[in-house]
């Protein structure tokens, strides 16, 4: 989309919550691929998958793609952390 690294950008978000807030550091997180509805999107999404520890979902804000599950996904996650009982996928 704007030609910067999806990896680096997603590093460096994680270094900057670091710094602000450790224990916000440490929940589970997702990571939402957006722009899934241009050309060089899945590309992104794919080297995001393969490089970070984090759960990738691919969605298009634009399209509508993927929002659906986004939002199931992150009421599972949720309702995980308000049970006491995290999911076991991983989290940087």
């Known amino acids: 989309a704007d030609g910067s690294d999806p990896v680096e950008n997603y590093r460096t ?5 670091g710094l602000h807030d450790s224990e916000l550091a ?3 997180q997702l990571v939402a ?5 241009l050309p060089d999107a ?5 080297r995001l998958k393969e490089q970070l520890e984090a ?3 691919p969605i298009s804000a634009r399209t509508g793609q993927g ?3 986004l939002t199931a996904r992150l009421i599972e996650m949720l ?5 006491g009982h995290p999911d076991p ?3 940087p």
């Open 42 to 46: 899945a590309e992104g999404c794919r």
């Open 55 to 57: 759960e990738v979902m």
């Open 33 to 37: 691929a957006n722009k899934m509805d």
């Open 89 to 91: 996928r991983p989290t």
């Open 67 to 69: 929002l659906d599950e």
């Open 26 to 28: 440490g929940k589970a």
């Open 79 to 83: 309702d995980e952390e308000a049970s």
């Open 13 to 17: 978000i994680r270094e900057e919550i």
